[in-house]
């Protein structure tokens, strides 16, 4: 027996003392009951402490409530005994036959167990790990990959389509860093002082020589572009083997380098998108009273927000939408946060999306 189902075995128990009139609820009998193991096996398998939440309500004292409610369960064939303690806790053990149910019903469903149309027909983006690739991934970037791997079964065993996301920063200064670092310690020279070390850099600078045996022999400018290109699928093609070995795999790697490549950073696209899908009372660009994109520093001649702007697009046109996260971040009053993650997943017919 699960503790959902002997919640229900007492919420029924309950019913059934207020439909003969035993017991008077003016709100009714409450359709689920909290109910939780015992700190001392002693006391059986589960507790609960429901009489003394509704003792008031009935005008009954707490330990009569329980000894009424305890009759009434002990009638059920799924229960061994029901105890009361101290004013009106009752302790119940389950019959063996009712624990050994639950785990046939686990062997006999094998990994399906658990499962169910919850979220049938709803689509889940969930980003998640998308470390910088200027280096190896780290305990700070990986911590988030059985997070999100674990919240994306969850959400498909609850029938959810569900899409694991990587985002890819290769664009940007970080990026010109390491390229950088990457044609220094080729040509034999430290690193800039504001680049990156390690032996991965010089393991990485070595392939990319190998796979270009001439370019050395181009000016900084080349040298430095090819270096960028191969180093950075490089260190990716390590930063994937890495996480599969962790044992956690990406449905989506979106390379942010394909936004400025796209030269679509516009923002009217993107508020056409909201006004399509009917966001505007939830959704709205930078310079909203109340909402707005957090704003990096600028980047080849656009403001970060831009291209977290075109992701967005990008997202929209998936069917799916990212309210709030460690790549499409939305800034929000403290006071309205609840109200969000309200209201959000219940816009239109637009689902929500994580990124963590």
């Known amino acids: 027996m699960t503790p959902e189902q002997l919640s229900q075995i007492i919420a029924d128990a309950l019913a059934a003392l207020v439909n003969r009139g035993a017991i008077t609820l003016p709100d009714g009998a409450p359709s689920e009951v909290r109910v939780e193991r015992p700190k001392n096996k002693e006391h059986g398998d589960y507790a609960t402490n429901i009489a ?20 009434e369960l002990k009638a059920s064939d799924a229960i061994a005994a029901v105890d009361i303690a101290g004013p009106g806790f009752i302790n119940i053990t389950v019959e063996a036959g009712a624990q050994g149910a639950v785990a046939r019903s686990i062997v006999e469903a094998g990994t399906a167990y658990g499962s169910s149309a919850q979220y049938a027909g709803q689509k889940i983006n969930l980003e998640f790990v998308s470390a910088n690739p200027t280096g190896p991934v780290h305990i700070g970037g990986a911590r988030w990959a059985p997070v999100g791997d674990s919240l994306a079964r969850v959400f498909a065993t609850l029938g ?12 940007g200064a970080q990026i010109d860093r390491f390229a950088r670092s990457l044609l220094a ?12 070390v390690g032996e991965y850099v010089a393991e990485i600078a070595d392939r990319v020589v ?36 962790f044992g956690v795999d990406f449905d989506v790697y979106f390379h942010e380098q394909s936004l400025h490549d796209s030269g679509t950073a516009l923002w009217s696209s993107t508020q056409s998108l909201i006004d399509r899908h009917g966001l505007g009372e939830v959704l709205a660009l930078a310079g909203h009273p109340s909402w707005s994109f957090l704003t990096f520093r600028d980047a080849g001649g656009h403001s970060m927000w831009e291209f ?19 790549t499409v971040d939305v800034v929000l009053p403290r006071r309205e946060r609840s109200e969000v993650r309200r209201t959000a997943p219940r816009r239109g017919n637009v689902p929500l999306s994580l990124a963590i």
């Open 52 to 71: 003394l939440q509704l003792a008031k309500k009935s005008g009954i004292p707490p330990r009569e409530f329980a000894e009424l409610l305890a009759t």
């Open 210 to 245: 190998e796979a270009n045996p001439d370019v050395l022999s181009l000016s900084d400018v080349d040298a430095q572009e090819i270096f960028r290109r191969d180093g950075v699928d490089l260190m990716f093609t390590r930063i994937k083997q890495t996480l599969h070995g």
């Open 185 to 196: 310690v080729a040509r034999g020279q430290d690193a800039p002082e504001d680049g990156y």
């Open 160 to 171: 959810a389509d569900v899409a694991r996301e990587y985002y890819f920063n290769d664009h």
């Open 308 to 326: 977290k702007t075109l992701f967005m697009q990008e997202v929209f046109q998936r069917g799916m939408l990212t309210l709030m996260g460690g």
